[in-house]
């Protein structure tokens, strides 16, 4: 049962007696009733032992929870409203006033934004770090530092960064510090398919289930992934208070979409690389940004990184035009 593309099809999941289909049931709701008074002040709000109320999890909403976490390998799941708002959700979870982040310069514009935007307003500083120099991250990481975000490869550019360097560098430091640094990976790109976040040593793994793992372009969902139970409860919590709830019709889309998940995946692996290959060829274009392109650093960066998962890397392909070019 190792191979995603058999993890993503068959999972714990019961289906009523008599009724074995293959896809889980879709269950909606707000209000669950509890027995009683005594059941309802009695119940463990920690764990996901039981329902409280639609937006706290519903059995669909656990069962993708469970999918993306052992697609992911790790243990704990929060599903929220879109990508975006799983990296917001790190950030309010994590920070308080006084701490600081350091995000990749080539990370998603958005997740930048935000740090611009409420975290200064909060109180919480940020730094902007060169992702293709472990060095440059080790000279910004201070006693103040809380989170260090990275993306691989980068939103835009497509370096593909030295993840396993970039770890070490926040490990080095953390351990002279009282208080750990979070390091947290935005790997929509790489999905859980490309590379095991958790083996390359990250603390929090987040997607936008919005692209791949959807597939249709037709739903906006996040993760936050974990291994760390401390780390769950503070993202468990704040996701409650924060009301980032999942419907169920949408939680049956990317359910529906994780089963062709590792085909489409390759299949867009072999066309990005078609068309990379061709770009290269044309004279208007000045460069071509993908991130297995051979020779270059963020190539080798990403085979040293894919440890044994074998699964190629993907879509994303960005071309530059010559000056004056259409
Ligand atoms: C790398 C990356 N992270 C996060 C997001 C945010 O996802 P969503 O559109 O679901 O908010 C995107 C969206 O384009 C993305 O490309």
Redesign the pocket.
Known sequence: MSDPSTQLIHHAYTPPAGFDAVPPAVYKASTVIFPSVAALRNHDWKHKTGYTYGLHGTPTTFTLEERIATLEGGKFCTLVP????A?VLVGMALLKTGDELLIPDNA?G??KAFAHAELVAWGISHQFYDPMNPADLAAKLSPKTRLVWL?APG?ITLEFPDLPALVAAVKAHGQTHAQGIVTAL?N??GAGLAFNAFTLGVDVSVQ????YPSGGADV???SVVTNNEALHHLIHFCHMRVGYGVGGNDVELVLRGLNSMTLRYAAQDAATRQLASWLQSQPQIAAVLHPALAGLARSRNLEAGLHGRGLPFQRCVQARLHAGAD
Not at 82 to 85: D, E, F, I
Not at 208 to 211: C, E, G, I, R, V
């Open positions: 879109s990508g975006l708002a990296v998603y958005p997740n993306e939103s935005d929509t790109w936008a289930l919005t692209k906006l969902m996040g």
